[in-house]
């Protein structure tokens, strides 16, 4: 197991390179290492800035009034140990010295072990394995689990669950003799039952000394522990069937395993054990084959992060803290085509550091996917996700990405992407969990903005709407008002804006997205740039220049055609301050995106009147914006403001717009051969 073939020498893939190149490499590796550093060090500061009594509350089972170290009696009389007896025996003098160091160093201890498992895993990757990607790996490693959620809630809680996984890398890819990797995969177990299960894993790939030495080690120290605590012990592994029941309730969200998920669906009693108990056979057994298979096919990372997704699915109670296994299966490859390929590891990735209502909406008909988010991509990977043999032609060589031939412009470095527009469409998939996730930022950003309805968000804002007002009265701009009264005195007029305006903003850019991904996969990529640029800065705006928008201005008289009238004695006026950030008002990209879509159809658009009906479509958005009283007209000038640069960014890194032909081939997933480029024009 200790003998894992490595992707050649140190120095092959980069000796003889030029020295830029080199020079870039090792730059690129020095900038990697400072971003983990800067993680771990916002990861410590995140806990210890943290008030006592909300810090390390796991650690509390431990070092607190009625933990651990304070109880005469079993273990279990704790408050909230759910631990093996061996777990109570060896870590209380770690615990009796973080109580001393108040918790900095079990904090700094944790820290390290994380490092030292992004290092391993990193060594451990599946040949062929350049000098150049093994040198990048440790850090993005590093920063990966430091940004993952297992990592930080065992960093908050004070957990110990980050040891059973480094025990068994240790094992697998760093002692060399099968028994001694055995004896810390034991060790693991002894730790977290479940582990037991990488001793089939060693038996079917011919390590049996290895899994001999795994379960003599697993009952040697059981006994140990047994002889030491017998009253601890019968409660763990007799009363509570290896700690089922302990802790907290196993129909809590934060239980991500099979027997977790079924309590939350409602099943109950015999019937939900019986039908726990044959998922989880069928999970284990099919899981292990998967796992049995890549280890022989030399990806033996993966058969171990396999192995640990299977643990994560069977364990009758797998906290948030205990569910590692499952970012280490993103070292699986997946996918036969280049734009195929990314869509395991972001996924992963999303599942393991964004909570779950930032991958899925708030809504009742998602809440069984939303609620068990972490065990779907656990059973994925143990039983379901086709990751590529190495022997397959796509493991190394995916089907390749087509690229528009890099077009002359002005500028000898423009575009900065050297290899040219893509013209393959995108993953459907991949696509549409960016949009969500960049959509749930974008909520979150709109809301932490000003602080939420705080008094001083809100002077903040009223102070900048002061000072936008009287820029418009100097540049004569100042019709917010007059318009919207005139169009208050209309019911017809103001109905039709009132709907315009809750109404067209999401639908219209998400029709035209959906229309090029299908039509114009070229035109999709480069339309999409522009708009997530335009976005990205828009967030910019809102963050640093919080503006009240015409409707919450005190003493203007504007009356809120959309919300209802405003109560401006209470902080919290405007009924959808709750949901929403409320002075996000500049730039405004109600107009901005209106824009960017009258842009869109304005270039791509094949009849005079679409385009006339996309010029349309914002001056309708500014009319709407303005006369409900939600945006002042220079809010409108800022979202214009971003719909240029946006453009002019996409432009910069990947040139002019490619115009192309799509044929039959292009109908799928992906844009084949039938993609040819056949003129260019300015984007």
């Not at 002692?175 to 034991?186: D, F, H, K, S």
């Not at 409602?266 to 099919?286: K, S, Y």
């Not at 599942?351 to 899925?360: E, F, G, H, N």
Request: hydrophobic letters at 50%; charged letters at 15%.
């Amino acid at each position: 197991m200790a003998n894992v073939e490595h992707g050649g020498r140190p120095g092959e893939g980069i000796v003889g390179a030029p020295e830029t190149v080199r020079a870039r490499l090792r730059a690129l590796r020095v900038v990697l290492w400072a971003v983990a550093a800067i993680l771990a060090v916002r990861q410590l500061a995140a806990v210890l800035s943290t008030p006592k009594a909300e810090r390390l509350t796991d650690l509390e089972t431990w070092v607190g009034p009625n933990g651990v170290l304070h109880v005469k009696g079993s273990l279990y009389d704790s408050t909230q140990f759910t631990g093996t007896p061996f777990g109570g025996l060896v870590l209380k003098p770690l615990t009796r010295s973080a109580e001393q160091a108040l918790g900095w160093g079990w904090t700094f201890g944790t820290l390290l072990l994380v490092v030292a498992l992004g290092l391993v895993a990193a060594r451990a990757l599946p040949p062929p394995v350049s000098r150049r990607t093994s040198l990048l790996a440790a850090p993005v490693a590093v920063s990966l689990l430091m940004l993952s959620l297992p990592v930080r809630n065992a960093l908050y809680l004070g957990q110990t669950s980050i040891i059973p996984v480094l025990l068994v890398l240790l094992g697998c890819f760093v002692v060399r003799g099968e028994r001694l990797c055995g004896v810390l995969i034991g060790l693991a177990a002894a730790l977290q039952p479940t582990v037991l299960l990488f001793a089939p894993l060693l038996w079917f790939t011919g390590r049996r000394r290895a899994a001999a030495s795994t379960g003599l080690t697993f009952v040697a120290l059981t006994a140990l522990a047994w002889a030491a605590m017998p009253r601890d012990s019968n409660t763990y592994w007799v009363h509570h069937l290896a700690g089922v029941g302990l802790g907290k309730s196993a129909d809590d969200l934060a239980n991500q395993s099979l027997h977790g998920a079924l309590l939350r669906l409602g099943l109950t009693g015999p019937l939900e054990v019986g039908l726990f108990l044959a998922l989880g056979a069928a999970v284990a057994v099919l899981g292990l084959r998967r796992a049995v298979r890549y280890a022989r096919d030399g990806q033996l990372l993966l058969a171990v992060a396999v192995t640990g997704c299977v643990a994560v699915a069977v364990s009758p109670t797998t906290w948030q803290h205990q569910v590692l296994w499952v970012l280490l299966a993103l070292v699986g490859r997946v996918g036969r085509k280049t734009s195929d390929r990314y869509v395991w590891p972001v996924a992963v990735v999303l599942v393991m550091t964004l909570p779950a209502r930032m991958i899925l909406p708030d809504m009742p008909v998602l809440e069984p996917v939303r609620d068990n988010v972490v065990l779907i991509a656990a059973l994925a990977a143990a039983a379901a996700v086709p990751f590529l043999s190495r022997t397959s032609p796509s493991y190394r060589a995916p089907v390749p990405t087509v690229h528009a031939p890099p077009a002359a412009t002005r500028w000898r470095r423009v575009p900065l992407l050297a290899s040219g527009r893509v013209l393959t469409r995108t993953n459907l998939l991949l696509e549409l969990l960016l949009i969500r996730v960049g959509y749930s930022a974008y909520q979150q950003v709109r809301l932490a903005a000003t602080g939420g309805t705080n008094s001083g968000g809100r002077a903040t804002a009223e102070q900048h709407g002061r000072q936008v007002f009287a820029v418009e009265r100097f540049l004569h701009l100042d019709v917010e008002r007059w318009v919207n009264h005139a169009v208050v005195g209309v019911p017809g007029l103001r109905d039709f804006f009132d709907f315009y305006y809750q109404s067209f903003h999401f639908g219209v850019p998400l029709t035209i997205l959906a229309v090029l991904y299908i039509r114009r996969p070229a035109d999709h990529r480069w339309a999409r740039s522009a708009l997530g640029f335009a976005t990205l800065l828009a967030l910019v705006g809102f963050w640093l220049y919080p503006l009240a928008p015409p409707r919450l201005m005190p003493g203007l008289g504007v009356i809120d055609t959309v919300h209802g009238v405003q109560d401006f004695s209470k902080p919290d006026y405007g009924t959808l301050t709750e949901l929403t950030n409320q002075y996000a008002a500049m730039p405004s990209l109600h107009f901005g995106w209106s824009l960017w879509c009258g842009i869109v159809i304005v270039v791509l658009a094949p009849r005079w009147w679409m385009k006339a009906l996309g010029l349309l479509h914002p001056l309708l958005t500014v009319s709407s914006i303005v006369a409900t009283g939600n945006h002042w007209v220079l809010d409108a000038v800022g979202g214009a403001a971003v719909v240029a640069v946006g453009f002019g960014l996409t432009y910069l890194i990947s040139g002019p717009r490619v115009r192309a032909a799509v044929g039959p081939a292009g109908a799928g997933a992906g844009v084949g051969p039938s993609v040819r480029a056949v003129g260019r024009t300015p984007g």
